[in-house]
């Protein structure tokens, strides 16, 4: 029997249930009450407030003056600059504290609905596929890296390109095209280039078990054909979308210090280690003792629920068709490597570009893809074929209620025994003036104990009612069990991993100290620029990245580190060029002698300076040295000098001059036009094509 992709689209009522859900979930979040902690506002949201603040003011984002003495914009692969919903927010409703907040609630919310599409492609019942489709979007991944927001970006992609990558595969034309070359390029354009590598991987590996199956309808011959052609087509379709990104990151690449293969020591850290697989069946009991996980905190926590986790193990003892067969290797495969080890040490020396990965948990997204669907289908087939709970599902669940009571036994008498739990330190609690304070307390008693007889409790209770619906039949009822299981459990750890203790609001009256728009900076020497507190500088990062000031007096952590700016720092100490600090972002050489420089213009690419000056001299910007800068003096044009270790130098005769430094990078400029004029182009199409006659959808096989 065919299905057709239109008749499984999520009906408006299932969509207002996955954004109760996420509303619920990510409580502490989607209120405003509290602000996404560490690397989410100090490294991710910089690039993209300066491209709204930059479009705003007429200026096409290219070269970014304000992060450690600038850098090509669109060179930053952490940023979501190639992004079209970064540009659609950027250049509307503008980047604040606020918008960037629920645009991290929408990618949360967009893999949600990707994944109940996507298991669409296995026609399961639509109360699996909403079970599916909650899980992945409240999973452990997600909730443990709300900080990573190029993470999330990218798992909000990852099932959208799976089904429509089944789609290609399954009916070729050009409406499957269209829709897989448009989810990977939004894949690409906003995830972590881990993530892109991964993914790179897994739909490979797709490709080769669709080329694998038997098809009696159509011989192997033909099939490699049609294959060949289609993915050509998508290739080359993808690349021309992608020029844009692809000529943006080529130009960086050179001078760019992470544009380098790693070591293989620096390839080892942050693992998803197989302690942290913990979390599959107590998630709150990753939130502490670090001395046990030995990884981020981020990086340990895979829940997707009691009721799939108990499916996944029973899909494992039971008979498979070959989709599960596949996804269960995939699935384990990555989760090696993600954990580090032995694995990653393997793939570093022999598979290509995993060498450029520093954080290997990120790879455990495509586990848990792998685990939800092979989870579901074993439920979906519980259903169908009205099994009761007996024989394996029955054994199954029995060692799962035994391991909870024994953790909860264990956590109880730890904690009574050695006296470190939160039950000796409510008093400390109720003492605090503020919910904010009363939360860090809570987050600060709690012993890793404590987290072991909590989650194992509540675990208990909700198993006791798997129990119960999967005994009777009542399916519905084990559907609001797993919203309800998925939403404790990332209430329980969003507090130690997601969220700081201000607010949203609290943030943004920081950002609101911010001059609007693009203004001139002031003339005065670096060493005098403004900041801010170190508590606020925790929140939004350092204030160089806002306050709309050239340079910086030390080196501010960001992922873009360019060579020659990495060697300033480096060498500032000994180097004359600390001098700079004492001088302006612009200036002369010979300052002492008479001279005069008035700003006529400023913005990002473009500065227009009138200078005075008695004798040749040279006119240095402080602004790192890079390719495509120039500078024009009495209309003739002129590449720009390197000044010192790392800015940028002209050389200025005697006289009054006006001198314009120019950033032009034109190969870029036409990328970026050629991609913009695609996008919109394969949108227009696309759309005028869902209006046709759908395309058959997947066959159960």
């Known amino acids: 029997m065919q299905v057709y992709a239109n008749s ?35 490294g991710y949201f910089p690039p993209k407030f300066f491209m709204s603040e930059s479009i705003h003011a007429g200026y096409l984002p290219l070269w970014n003056p304000y992060i450690n003495f600038g850098f090509p914009q669109y060179g930053d692969m952490s940023g979501g600059y190639w992004s079209p919903i970064t540009w659609l927010i950027a250049s509307t409703v503008g980047y604040n504290a606020y918008t960037f907040t629920i645009e991290i609630l929408c990618y949360i919310l967009i893999g949600g609905i990707g ?75 906003s995830a972590h280039p881990g993530i892109s590598i991964g993914a790179f991987y897994f739909f490979c590996s797709v490709f080769i078990f669709h080329l694998l199956k038997k098809d009696p309808t159509i011989s192997l011959k033909n099939r490699i054909k049609e294959l060949c052609i289609s993915h050509a087509i998508l290739g080359l379709l993808f690349l021309l979308l992608s020029a844009g990104m692809i000529i943006g990151y080529l130009d960086i690449l050179p001078y760019f210090v992470r544009g380098e293969k790693i070591s293989l020591a620096d390839s080892l850290l942050y693992p998803a280690n197989i302690k942290t697989w913990i979390s599959t069946l107590l998630p709150f009991a990753t939130v502490k003792n670090d001395a046990f996980y030995n990884t981020d905190p981020s990086m340990r926590n895979s829940y997707f629920s009691l009721t799939l986790l108990l499916f996944l193990l029973l899909a494992c003892v039971n008979k498979k068709n070959n989709w599960q067969k596949y996804l269960l290797v995939t699935g384990i495969l990555f989760a090696l490597l993600s954990a580090g080890g032995i694995f990653k040490s393997f793939a570093y020396k022999f598979i290509p570009l995993i060498g450029y990965i520093r954080l290997n948990g990120e790879f455990r997204i495509f586990t848990l893809l792998c685990f939800i669907i ?98 009777f ?98 060498n500032n100490e000994q180097h004359p060029d600390s001098n700079f600090l004492q001088y302006p972002f612009v200036f002369m050489n010979d300052a002492k002698k008479n001279s005069s420089i008035s700003i006529e213009n400023f913005s990002p690419n473009k500065i227009v300076l009138n200078v005075t000056k008695e004798s040749l001299s040279q006119l240095i910007l402080q602004q790192n040295y890079y390719p495509h800068w120039f500078y024009y003096t009495d209309k003739e044009k002129r590449k720009v000098e390197k000044a010192g270790i790392n800015f940028m130098g002209a050389s200025i005769s005697k006289g009054s001059h006006t001198i314009t430094f120019s950033f032009e990078p034109v190969i870029v400029k036409w990328a970026m036009l050629l991609s913009s004029i695609l996008f919109v182009t394969y949108c227009l199409l696309l759309f005028v094509l869902l209006f046709k006659r759908p395309s058959p959808s997947l066959l159960t096989k």
């Open 8 to 42: 499984n689209k999520p009906p408006l009522k299932t969509i207002f249930l996955f954004i109760a859900v996420v509303l619920i979930a990510f409580l502490p979040i989607s209120s405003s009450l509290f602000f996404i902690k560490n690397d989410a506002f100090v």
């Open 115 to 189: 994944m109940y599409q996507l298991t669409s492609a296995w026609q399961l019942d639509k109360k699996v596929r909403l079970i599916a489709g909650i899980t992945f979007m409240c999973c452990g991944y997600n909730v443990g890296h709300l900080q990573h927001f190029n993470w999330l970006s990218g798992t909000a992609f990852v099932p959208w390109c799976f089904w429509g990558y089944l789609l290609l595969l399954n009916h070729f034309s050009l409406r499957n095209i269209l829709l897989s070359v448009l989810f990977f390029y939004l894949l690409v354009a």
């Open 374 to 471: 092979v989870a579901a289908i074993e439920l979906n087939n519980f259903i169908n074929k009205k099994n009761t709970f007996t024989g394996k599902t029955k054994w199954i669940y029995y060692i799962i209620e035994i391991l909870l009571l024994a953790c909860i036994i264990s956590g109880l008498y730890n904690s009574i025994n050695s006296k470190n739990s939160l039950l000796y330190g409510l008093s400390n609690i109720f003492q605090q003036d503020t919910i904010a304070l009363k939360l860090k307390t809570l987050i600060d008693e709690v012993s890793f104990y404590d987290t072991l007889w909590i989650q194992g409790s509540i675990q208990l209770l909700i198993l006791w009612v798997i129990k119960h619906c999967l005994k």
């Open 473 to 570: 039949g009542n399916f519905n009822l084990l559907k609001q069990v797993v919203v309800a299981d998925i939403i404790i459990a990332s209430l329980l750890n969003i507090p130690f991993t997601g969220v700081g203790k201000a607010s949203v609001a609290q943030v943004q009256s920081i950002l609101n100290q911010s001059p609007k728009g693009i203004p001139s900076p002031a003339s005065q020497p670096i060493k005098n620029i403004d900041t801010i507190s170190t508590e606020e500088k925790l929140m939004i990062g350092d204030w160089s990245m806002y306050s709309k000031q050239i340079g910086v007096k030390s080196e501010v952590s960001y992922p873009i580190t360019l060579k020659n700016m990495s060697a300033y720092f480096e």
